[in-house]
């Protein structure tokens, strides 16, 4: 295969990534998922109506109904990866005595990442049910700007806690709901928000780790190989040193499969650490991405998105001066992500 196929593929590859990323977030309105619906008007008429149907029944079982589509993804992803670094960069960093504690890193990181995801998976969120509802309504105080008492979810039928809400992917409501999340294919709630922390951590610490020890590896075989002192004779007879292009050509075609899980890994961390600061600051001020996202205005809990607004009284918009008035410091917010109150208990004050 010739360079510039590689690279095309490459090319392919990780924008695919970007927009299965973009799409997964949930988010109801990412400037993506509004890209890609003028996308989609744009090409249905062009489109035969059998294949219109399926996609649309596909990304409504992928996206509106709970299935393990992703977790499967996940741990394809993630087996390619491995497989990969223990075929290929493990052997190199022997050779090139790479301590084995370190190189042994990743898989620890592997075992660790897994416990917090299976527990993500299976730890309930924080339903609220028919016979825990009383003691759920306790736990936090209504605020009366983003939930009001007295407010009946019309599909459970049961009366909203402050903080929750209804999840329509998995059809209940959740209390202290965080988001719908399809990679563990579960809500983020009061009970696994902890394990959701260290989880995008512990994903984030796998892929940084792996990208270094990749890229100590490249390094080696580049600073080996001489390329870098290398020179050529160009089409006039002068001599030029080969440079940074020429040597990325080399790698990309000595170690195709490294360059391209490398390329893979850095984009993965990059993502993955924004979206891991992100939860992490939220926990720091109190928050969940559910109230972050309402006290923006993007959500109103009583009308559809974005019709809240000033002039009507009943929907005040929301205060955006006093955004993180609920913190009462840094260390007791944490602490409540790590030990949730229970339902059932009067909260300590
Ligand atoms: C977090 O915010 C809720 C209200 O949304 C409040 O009831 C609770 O006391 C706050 N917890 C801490 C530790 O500040
Ligand atoms: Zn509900
Ligand atoms: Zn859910």
Redesign the pocket.
């Known amino acids: 295969m010739d360079f510039l196929t590689l690279f095309a593929i490459y090319v392919v590859v990780v924008v695919t990534c970007i927009v299965l990323v973009c799409k997964y977030s949930g988010q109801q309105q990412t400037p993506f998922s509004i890209l890609l619906n003028s996308v989609g008007k744009v090409i249905a008429p062009i489109t035969p109506k059998w294949l219109q149907n399926l996609s649309q029944r596909t990304l409504h079982r992928l996206f509106h109904q709970r299935n393990n589509m992703f977790i499967y993804l996940h741990i394809l992803l993630e087996v390619a990866v491995y497989a990969e670094f223990t075929y290929e960069v493990f052997g190199f960093c022997r050779e090139m005595d790479t301590t084995l504690i370190s190189l042994s890193v990743p898989y620890i990181l592997l075992l660790i990442k897994s416990v917090f995801f299976y527990l993500c998976i299976k730890r309930d969120p924080g339903t609220v049910t028919k016979k825990k509802v009383a003691g759920q309504i306790h736990v936090?105080?209504y605020?009366r700007k983003l939930f009001h008492p007295g407010t009946t979810c019309p599909t459970c039928q049961l009366l909203k806690p402050?903080?929750s809400k209804h999840c329509r992917v998995c059809n209940r409501c959740v209390q202290r709901f965080d988001h719908h999340c399809v990679w563990v294919n579960n809500c983020i709630g009061a009970q696994n928000t902890r394990y959701f922390l260290l989880y995008l951590f512990s994903v984030c610490a796998m892929a940084g780790d792996i990208a270094v020890l990749t890229a100590d590896m490249l390094l080696h075989a580049v600073l080996r190989s001489g390329l870098m002192m290398a020179s050529y004779i160009d089409e006039y007879g002068d001599k030029q040193l080969a440079g940074l292009m020429f040597v990325v050509q080399h790698l990309f075609l000595t170690f195709p499969r490294v360059v391209f899980m490398l390329g893979f890994l850095v984009f993965v961390f990059f993502l993955l650490a924004g979206y891991a600061l992100f939860h992490f600051y939220l926990a720091v001020v109190?928050q969940t991405s559910n109230?972050w996202y309402k006290s923006r205005g993007y959500v109103c809990q009583h009308c559809h998105p974005g019709t809240g607004t000033a002039d009507d009284p009943r929907h005040p918009a929301p205060d955006h001066s006093k955004r993180y008035y609920?913190?009462?410091?840094v260390l007791?917010?944490i602490?409540?992500i790590f030990l949730p109150p229970q339902p059932g208990h009067k909260?300590d004050k």
């Open positions: 936090y105080p605020d402050a903080r109190n109230e609920y913190s009462r410091g007791r917010n602490r409540e909260k």
